[in-house]
């Protein structure tokens, strides 16, 4: 089998839909960016719903392949990534006149939940280099962590669009957040240390 085929085979709904997702990752920055709020907050929901149906056709149609375990957290994690650091800029940067949000990202929160995630990449490289570990599954407390992220990022965007949101609400998702980030890190550290203690 060519590596065509090969590849023609990982393309399957399920990809194509984390590949749609990725794709819209730039156009949710630059909408941002060029003071188009109500368009980022559209992106978002439509790639929000494409993370729920590329698991149900991997599931329904037996599409689970090795590079949708690749793509779809990748897809997850880069959206994430980019709304967070956007949301957190500051209003008139030199390159984007037009960015002006009513309600950032605190700073900090965006350091916290990028740090986390460069943690868990470190932790399973230090795994697989001191014991060659390479099956490293996420825990529910990670996975409730990246849903609340991905709410968190929903509920700033809907802000910026919608001014009757309570300000109470966005500092709840803030000091949620940061608590849930910083138990996942926790609770992935005291893994680490317990599965190198195995090995």
Request: charged letters at 15%; aromatic letters at 10%.
């Amino acid at each position: 089998m060519s590596r065509i085929d090969t590849l023609l085979r990982q393309l399957t709904l399920a990809n194509q839909l984390t590949l749609l997702r990725l794709a819209a990752v730039p156009f949710l920055a630059l909408s941002l960016l060029y003071g188009r709020p109500v368009l980022a907050l559209c992106l978002y929901v439509a790639a929000s719903i494409t993370d729920r149906l590329d698991g149900m056709a991997a599931r329904r149609f037996g599409q689970t392949t090795a590079l949708g375990a690749f793509l779809d957290p990748a897809a997850d994690k880069l959206m994430m990534l980019v709304t967070y650091v956007v949301l957190a800029m500051p209003d008139g940067v030199r390159s984007f006149p037009e960015f002006v949000l009513a309600h950032h990202i605190p700073a900090w929160l965006t350091v916290l939940v990028v740090a986390r995630d460069v943690l868990i990449v470190l932790i399973a490289v230090g795994m697989y280099l001191h014991a060659s570990i390479t099956e490293y599954p996420p825990t529910r407390l990670g996975k409730w962590t990246a849903g609340w992220e991905m709410v968190n990022g929903g509920v700033f965007l809907l802000a910026n669009v919608w001014d009757g949101l309570p300000v109470w609400l966005l500092t709840l998702g803030v000091t949620t957040t940061a608590g849930i980030v910083f138990l996942s890190g926790v609770q992935y550290l005291l893994l680490l240390s317990r599965r190198l203690r195995e090995h």
